[in-house]
């Protein structure tokens, strides 16, 4: 199909157009409904209810994919999303039959499919079964559980963890139960649905904060503190659109100034940031106890799946008790925990790995830099985007590397304001200079042909 060129468009008018679009189709099945009833009645007198009350087909949420996906096949653009992997995805991967340069696993370290965690996980299947079949709480756990857990306590030089089966639910679970009406949560503006997710369901007054900006925050708590109960002000330690990460000794300062817990949600830190990869923590040479919250992912460096919270007695111990995503959802498959467990421990024992992914990340950015790409506020840690200036320029950049062998996603409005989709590059220690060098510079000539 031939491609036709849009001009640019705001969020706003983006917004306006898919509400219209939308509104039209509303206004038909409307017209259909009522016309089979002149009088906006039921044969038996009862009102009408409107089809799109009872009909997933005209839910708002897929009525925009459906408008969106209509216009990317118009503008001849093949959907980004759900590629098959035929095997491990690395720096490498194989989709379709052919090999790719791959940036779209979080597998920074190599270790979802490293040969020792694999042999772990077979291990722990072979003498615990695949699953534990019931919560933690109130029928048992294995020894790999507490294994784990105590092995991320000692990461971040607190107390104890706790291990949930998905690290969304991890945030949503944890925040929702923690905080309530009466309390309010400060987070950056561009913190992880996950966060804003479990702000919702505690019922907490919400606030953001502009990116990164401390001295803004601190303003806000001025203002603000003394009218609430407890607050927690939640950050991250790479942020997962951007790359870059905040002056957590800054933060530090206002928790204890303002009395407030502070949470970090290290998923895109813990084996890429610091000197052995411990994190934001090592990176800023903090004690583990100047922050309250711990928060991590087991999906991303250690090649499993899932999510912690680490910090003192009092936290673990409670939501281990009462979180509800923990009491009333089964625990850890064996295979997973004794995954991450064993990266965890070839992370420790390998820091090699991480020092190479730092590099390469460092490499990344500066070839993409001098090749006049856009890569934000990166820090050129494992995350680098080469932002695209709008959501089809985005899709159409993704659709020809994928034809020059190169997998990379798009990440579209809404994921990212309507000024900045991106592509989005996760980085591996296992990528070569020659993949990145390759990478850059078919960026750099697909960008000029759009
Ligand atoms: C910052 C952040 N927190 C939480 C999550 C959720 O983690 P998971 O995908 O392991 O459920 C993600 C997912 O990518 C993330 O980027």
């Not at 990460?245 to 813990?270: C, G, N, Q, T, W």
């Not at 064993?342 to 730092?358: D, S």
Request: hydrophobic content about 40%; charged content about 20%; overall charge neutral.
């Amino acid at each position: 199909m031939a491609e036709k060129k849009l001009p640019g468009i705001t969020s706003q008018i983006k917004d306006k157009l898919i509400q219209q679009a939308f509104d039209r189709r509303l206004r038909q099945v409307d017209r259909r409904s009522t016309e089979t009833s002149a009088s906006g009645r039921s044969p038996l007198g009862r009102p009408v209810i409107p089809e799109h009350h009872y009909n997933f087909h005209l839910h708002p949420g897929y009525q925009q994919i459906r408008i969106i996906n209509d216009g990317a096949a118009r503008l001849g653009i093949g959907n980004p999303f759900f590629k098959q992997h035929e095997g491990i995805a690395g720096a490498t991967t194989r989709i379709n039959g052919q090999e790719y340069i791959n940036y779209a696993s979080y597998n920074y370290l190599g270790l979802s499919g490293h040969a020792e965690i694999t042999a772990a996980a077979k291990e722990a299947i072979d003498r615990y079964g695949t699953s534990v079949s019931a919560s933690r709480l109130v029928s048992g756990e294995r020894p790999i559980h507490r294994q784990l857990e105590q092995a991320l306590a000692r990461v971040y030089g607190v107390d104890d963890a706790i291990t949930f089966v998905s690290g969304h639910a991890t945030n949503v679970t944890s925040i929702g139960y923690l905080f309530g009406p009466r309390d309010l949560i400060l987070h950056d503006e561009l913190i992880h649905n996950s966060i804003l997710q479990g702000i919702t369901l505690s019922g907490a007054k919400r606030l953001t904060f502009p990116h990164n900006d401390w001295a803004a925050l601190d303003t806000m708590l001025e203002n603000q503190r003394h009218n609430f109960e407890r607050v927690l002000v939640v950050l991250e330690g790479i942020y997962s659109m951007d790359g870059d990460y905040p002056e957590l000794p800054r933060f530090v300062e206002i928790k204890h100034k303002h009395k407030l817990f502070l949470m970090i949600d290290d998923a895109h830190s813990l084996g890429v940031m610091g000197k052995t990869g411990l994190g934001i923590r090592e990176h800023f040479g903090l004690p583990g106890e100047e922050v309250d919250i711990w928060m991590g992912t087991l999906s991303k460096t250690l090649a499993g799946c899932g999510g912690y919270i680490a910090g003192e007695k009092a936290l673990v111990e409670h939501l281990k008790f009462l979180a509800p995503g923990f009491l009333y959802s089964v625990g850890m498959p064996p295979p997973v925990a004794a995954a991450s467990l064993a990266a965890l421990e070839v992370l420790q024992r390998e820091p090699e790995r991480v020092t190479v992914l730092q590099d390469r990340g460092r490499f990344f950015l500066e070839q993409a830099k001098a090749a006049g790409i856009d890569t934000g506020t990166s820090a050129g840690l494992a995350v680098i985007p080469a932002i695209a200036g709008s959501s089809i320029r985005a899709a159409r950049l993704s659709a020809a590397l994928f034809k020059r062998g190169i997998n990379v996603q798009p990440i579209l409005y809404p994921a990212v304001p309507e000024k900045s989709p991106r592509l989005r590059f996760f980085i591996s220690c296992q990528h070569t200079e020659a993949h990145i060098a390759e990478t850059v510079a078919a960026v750099a000539e697909e960008s000029e042909k759009l």
